[in-house]
């Protein structure tokens, strides 16, 4: 192995450890927790050791949704897999809340905290595709305007994830309230006239 390429995995590999330190703090202690002094003491590092792979806390806070956003992809393709119509809605929706509410602080980072990411752009990352694509691909039989129906559908995943994460509505009504977003977008694709799958 080369010298660049030695420097270059041990980049990576501080990189990584700063992200999953950073991680682990926001899960235990709240991303309040997590500050660039907090993870030097943490991982045994300087600061400006930190600064020279992340420019701010929210460069590390984006490192951690980007995380966030290739593990709820995959977690969405693993609901939806043998799955079709109203089920898959029904599987890539009930995923969605359970990974919202397990992982807080890395759900957080993914939709709360201010970072850079966007969405919606010519070149958004491709974690952030993946992500959206999962949703689209169990949207897309019943409906014409794929972009619009899955904005819709990820904003209803996210208000209800919210919600019962701060303890507003009812985790009790959860499966009722997933039955009503299934149905809305499945309703609404035969209202429009796209071919409607059960």
Same mark, same amino acid.
């Given at each position: 192995?080369?010298?660049a390429e030695r420097? /270059? #995995?041990?980049?990576?590999?501080r990189?990584?450890?700063?992200?999953?330190?950073a &991680?682990?703090?926001?899960? #235990?202690?709240?991303?309040? $927790?997590?500050?660039i &002094?907090?993870?030097?003491?943490?991982?045994?590092?300087s600061q400006?050791?930190?600064?020279?792979?992340?420019?701010?806390?929210?460069?590390?806070?984006?490192?951690?949704?980007?995380? /966030?956003?290739?593990?709820?992809?995959?977690?969405? &393709?693993?609901a939806a897999?043998?799955s079709?119509g109203?089920?898959? %809605?029904?599987?890539?929706?009930? $995923?969605?809340?359970?990974?919202? %509410? @397990?992982r807080p602080?890395?759900y957080q980072?993914?939709f709360?905290l201010p970072?850079e990411?966007r969405?919606a752009?010519?070149?958004?990352?491709?974690?952030?595709?993946?992500?959206?694509?999962a949703l689209? $691909?169990v949207v897309t039989?019943?409906? @014409?305007?794929v $972009?619009?129906?899955t904005?819709?559908?990820w904003?209803? %995943?996210? /208000?209800?994830?919210?919600?019962e994460?701060s303890?507003?509505? #009812?985790?009790?009504?959860?499966?009722?309230?997933?039955?009503f977003?299934? &149905?809305?977008?499945?309703?609404?694709?035969?209202a429009? /006239?796209?071919?409607?799958? #059960?």
């Amino acid at each position: 192995m080369g010298i660049a390429e030695r420097k /270059g #995995r041990e980049r990576a590999e501080r990189e990584q450890r700063i992200v999953t330190t950073a &991680r682990l703090i926001a899960e #235990r202690e709240g991303w309040d $927790a997590v500050t660039i &002094r907090r993870l030097a003491d943490e991982i045994e590092y300087s600061q400006p050791v930190l600064y020279s792979h992340f420019k701010s806390r929210d460069a590390i806070v984006a490192a951690v949704a980007l995380e /966030g956003f290739r593990e709820i992809a995959a977690a969405l &393709r693993r609901a939806a897999s043998g799955s079709t119509g109203r089920n898959a %809605l029904k599987h890539v929706a009930t $995923a969605y809340l359970a990974f919202g %509410l @397990s992982r807080p602080a890395l759900y957080q980072a993914m939709f709360v905290l201010p970072t850079e990411l966007r969405f919606a752009e010519a070149g958004s990352r491709p974690e952030l595709q993946a992500a959206f694509e999962a949703l689209a $691909a169990v949207v897309t039989p019943f409906c @014409s305007d794929v $972009a619009v129906v899955t904005e819709s559908f990820w904003a209803a %995943l996210h /208000g209800l994830t919210e919600l019962e994460r701060s303890g507003r509505i #009812r985790p009790a009504a959860r499966d009722e309230r997933i039955a009503f977003v299934v &149905r809305t977008i499945a309703d609404s694709g035969s209202a429009h /006239g796209a071919k409607r799958t #059960r």
